[in-house]
C-alpha cells in the first residue's frame, strides 16, 4: 500500500461531460502529480501542485484542470469528455519534488462512451 | 528537455533466467534515474533509484541497475527471474530543478516456465 489513495476506481461517463478525480497524498507528502497512462501515449505527466500552488505542468488540455486544496488533497476535473480522453488516470505524491521518488496510488479508469 | 528510451516493449525471459530490461536516458545535466514496477490493476511501486554516488544501485526484489554515464544508459537486471516477476516495468528520468518525472514507454516482463 502506498499510502496514496485514489477515488473513484472506475468511471464511465459519456462524451461532452464533465468527472472529477480525487486524490488524497501519503501522510506528510506536499507535492502530488496527476499522470495519464493510455495504449498509445504512455504515461504522460500532466501537472503537478506544490502545498497549494501549481509547480510544473505538462501535457494537460485546455479542457483539464487541477488544485490542491489546504489539507493537499487533490482533484483532476475533466470536462467536454471526449472518447480518447478514455485512460488511467494516476495520483502520486512526494515529500518535495520529482528528485524524491514517487509514491503512486492504484489510479481511476476512466471510460468515456 | 529528458527522455527516456526503453528498448523492447516486450521481453520473455524463462523462470531461473538472467532478467535484462534496457533503458537509455537524454538529459542536458546529471540525471537523477528510477525504475518503476506496475502490476496488473495496480499503480506503480518504486524498484531503485540513481541520484548520487555509488553507479550499481540495489533495489527491491532482487533487481539492480547501473548507471553508466559514457553510455548513456541505466539498464535494470536480476539474476534469476521469478514468476512473480511478470509485470511493466518502466525507466523514468528527472533533472536536478526540473521536478517532473519523464517515463520511457514501458516494458513487458513475461516470464516463461
Known amino acids: 500500500d502506498s499510502g496514496v489513495t485514489q477515488t473513484p476506481k472506475h468511471l464511465i461517463t459519456a462524451t461532452g461531460q464533465r468527472v472529477t478525480l480525487r486524490c488524497s497524498p501519503r501522510s506528510g507528502d506536499l507535492s502530488v502529480y496527476w499522470y495519464q497512462q493510455s495504449l498509445d501515449q504512455g504515461l504522460q505527466f500532466l501537472i503537478q501542485?506544490?502545498?497549494?500552488?501549481?509547480?510544473a505542468k505538462g501535457n494537460i488540455l485546455e479542457r483539464f484542470s487541477a488544485q490542491q486544496f489546504p489539507d493537499l488533497h487533490s482533484e483532476l476535473n475533466l470536462s467536454s469528455l471526449e472518447l480518447g480522453d478514455s485512460a488511467l488516470y494516476f495520483c502520486a505524491s512526494s515529500p518535495t519534488g520529482g528528485r524524491s521518488p514517487l509514491h503512486f496510488g492504484n489510479g481511476t479508469r476512466l471510460t468515456v462512451t | 528537455a529528458q527522455s527516456v528510451t526503453q528498448l523492447g516493449s516486450h521481453v520473455s525471459v524463462s523462470e531461473g533466467a538472467l532478467v535484462l530490461l534496457r533503458c537509455n536516458y537524454s538529459s542536458s545535466v546529471p540525471p537523477y534515474l528510477f525504475w518503476y514496477v506496475q502490476y496488473p490493476n495496480q499503480g506503480l511501486q518504486l524498484l531503485l533509484k540513481?541520484?548520487?554516488?555509488?553507479?550499481l544501485v540495489k533495489g527491491i526484489n532482487g533487481f539492480e541497475a547501473e548507471f553508466k554515464k559514457s553510455e548513456t544508459s541505466f539498464h535494470l537486471t536480476k539474476p534469476s527471474a521469478h514468476m512473480s516477476d511478470a509485470a511493466e516495468y518502466f525507466c523514468a528520468v528527472s533533472n536536478f530543478g526540473n521536478e517532473k518525472l519523464t517515463f520511457g514507454t514501458g516494458t513487458r516482463l513475461t516470464i516463461i516456465p
Open positions: 501542485y506544490y502545498n497549494g500552488e501549481e509547480r
Open positions: 540513481y541520484t548520487t554516488g555509488a553507479t
